[in-house]
Structures are given as structure tokens and as C-alpha cells.
């Protein structure tokens, strides 16, 4: 069960790059991922913007193999996404939007239970991959808390934590900053980064915090209405010429717009 070669270094060497290649997806009669043709190389950091509802979850949850797709295939590395094999010969962590911790563990058994379930190492290898990751986070005294004991904020960095003892070779962020108060929200922007130069782990960050993604981004695409509308550099995203990105990554507040009148006429 011990494993003698364990070293508190994270990540096992080798990263992955991601194909998504013609992916659509149906609910139903519903189509939320329109034909979706991605490359994301290995090492990056690639984010996904788009407004609530365009499809950037269920993007997200195609690349982990949570959903299959109606057509079309997303591939790790060489690997099929979809093929259940694929998670034994990739080390990918997906941090859910929600945190989707275990309630009945507390934050130390939450973090130990991938490792545990997988025999990676002994327990005190276990202990020390789970103390550096929360300390990371910092979270050390909330070690023995269960996640109902937590603040929202709390949640999400104990999501983070749990997603770095796995040693991840892909990381994949849903929503890593909302419900995070602007300082924490930029330690996490640090935390996705310096991950990445330490560890050259290939980081998919789905967000709608712009500054996460202007700062912290190798490129980003915008997805709107289960379509990518855009894909670039910050830089290209800083002043953009398209009118609707332009309004999505800098809505201005303007009480006459007609989008005021329908929410004061639905509470009519
Ligand atoms: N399991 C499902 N069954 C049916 N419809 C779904 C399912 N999951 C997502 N959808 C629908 O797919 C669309 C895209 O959802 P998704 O969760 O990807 O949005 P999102 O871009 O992540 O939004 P947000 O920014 O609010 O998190 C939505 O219309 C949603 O209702
Ligand atoms: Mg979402």
C-alpha cells in the first residue's frame, strides 16, 4: 500500500494538451454546445468566458468526461474524453462551481479520500500532501471542520485544496473566484498561475472575473449561446472592437437600457 518513490513534490511530470473538435450537445430538444472546436495546448492556462447560461459548465464537464457528447469528441492528449479508461491514465482534477464537497467528511477526509481511494501513498504521505495543500490555501485550522461549518469562500479554496492532492497533470476551474471577497479572489489568480510555472499543469479556467483572465490567461475564448465567438490574448480582450463582447466584459450601468424595463415590468 505504502508507496517507498512518493515525494511531497505535486504533479506527476507529463501534462496534457485538449482537442475539443466539432462538440455538440443536446438536452432534450435543446442544443447548449453548438459545434465547438477548441485547442488548448499542454502547459497553458486557457479561459472560458461567457455570460451565465452559454454553455461554459457543460463545456467543462465534456473535458472531465462528466457528459458525453451528442456528437463530436473532446480528446486529452491522445485520450477520448468520453472513454472511461481515460481517467486511469490522466490525473485531471475538476474544482466544481458549487465546491461539491463530501458533507458527512470533514475537510481533512474530504482531501485524503482520493488519495486513500487510490493507494497512492501511506498515510503519513497522505497527511503531508493534505497539510501543504491546505496550508497553500490557507486553511490549516479548518482541518477538522465539515463543510457545513464553512463560509462559502471557505468551500471553494477547500475545492482548490482537494483538486491539488490529486496531482492534477490537467486542471480544470469552474468559477474558482465568484463568492470570494477581491483579495482572496486575486490569492487564487496567484495560486492558478504560480501552479502552472511550478508545475507546467495544463489549467482550464472557466470565470467570469475578467481580471482573473486578463492577468492570468495564455489565451481566452468567449463562449456565447453554446457558440465560441471569440478566441485570443488578453491583449485582445482589453479593448474590444465587438460591440456585444465589448458590453459582455464591460457592461456599463445605464438605468435606461431596455433590459431595466423588462425586469421592472416582470415585477409588475
Ligand atoms: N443536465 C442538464 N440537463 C438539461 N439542461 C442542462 C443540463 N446542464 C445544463 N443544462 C442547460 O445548459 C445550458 C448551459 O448551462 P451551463 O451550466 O453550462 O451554463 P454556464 O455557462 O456554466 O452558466 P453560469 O455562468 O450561470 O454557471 C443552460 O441552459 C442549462 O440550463
Ligand atoms: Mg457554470
Known amino acids: 500500500m505504502s508507496s517507498p518513490n512518493y515525494t511531497a513534490t505535486p504533479f506527476a511530470g507529463k501534462t496534457f494538451g485538449v482537442t475539443v473538435d466539432h462538440l455538440t450537445k443536446k438536452f432534450g430538444g435543446v442544443?447548449?454546445?453548438k459545434d465547438i472546436n477548441l485547442e488548448v495546448r499542454a502547459g497553458e492556462i486557457f479561459c472560458i468566458m461567457g455570460p451565465s447560461g452559454s454553455g461554459k459548465s457543460v463545456l467543462l464537464k465534456h473535458i472531465a468526461g462528466l457528459e458525453l457528447p451528442t456528437s463530436g469528441q473532446v480528446r486529452i492528449g491522445d485520450y477520448d474524453a468520453a472513454d472511461p479508461?481515460?481517467?486511469?491514465?490522466?490525473?485531471?482534477?475538476?474544482?466544481?462551481q458549487a465546491?461539491?464537497?463530501?458533507?458527512?467528511?470533514?475537510?481533512?477526509d474530504n482531501l485524503a479520500l482520493y488519495p486513500r481511494e487510490h493507494r497512492q501513498c501511506n498515510e503519513a504521505g497522505i497527511r503531508e500532501r493534505v497539510m501543504h495543500a491546505l496550508s497553500i490555501l490557507s486553511l490549516e485550522k479548518a482541518a477538522q471542520k465539515y463543510p457545513s461549518e464553512l463560509s462559502g469562500g471557505m468551500k471553494k479554496r477547500v475545492a482548490i485544496a482537494r483538486a491539488l492532492v490529486m496531482e492534477p497533470q490537467l486542471l480544470l476551474y469552474d468559477e474558482p473566484t465568484s463568492e470570494l471577497d477581491p483579495v482572496m479572489g486575486a490569492t487564487?489568480?496567484?495560486?492558478?498561475?504560480?501552479?502552472?510555472?511550478?508545475?507546467?499543469?495544463?489549467?482550464?479556467?472557466v470565470t467570469h472575473d475578467r481580471d482573473l483572465a486578463i492577468n492570468i490567461a495564455d489565451r481566452i475564448a468567449i463562449i456565447f449561446d453554446g457558440k465560441i465567438r471569440a478566441t485570443g490574448k488578453p491583449a485582445d480582450f482589453r479593448e474590444p472592437k465587438e460591440r456585444e463582447i465589448?458590453?459582455?466584459?464591460?457592461?456599463?450601468?445605464?438605468?435606461?437600457n431596455p433590459r431595466f424595463k423588462q425586469l421592472e415590468n416582470s415585477h409588475e
Open 188 to 205: 487564487i489568480s496567484e495560486i492558478i498561475a504560480t501552479l502552472r510555472e511550478q508545475t507546467a499543469v495544463t489549467s482550464i479556467v
Open 99 to 108: 465546491g461539491a464537497l463530501f458533507n458527512s467528511l470533514t475537510v481533512y
Open 85 to 96: 479508461d481515460t481517467r486511469d491514465k490522466v490525473h485531471l482534477a475538476l474544482v466544481f
Open 31 to 33: 442544443t447548449v454546445l
Open 246 to 256: 465589448a458590453d459582455f466584459l464591460t457592461p456599463v450601468i445605464d438605468l435606461k
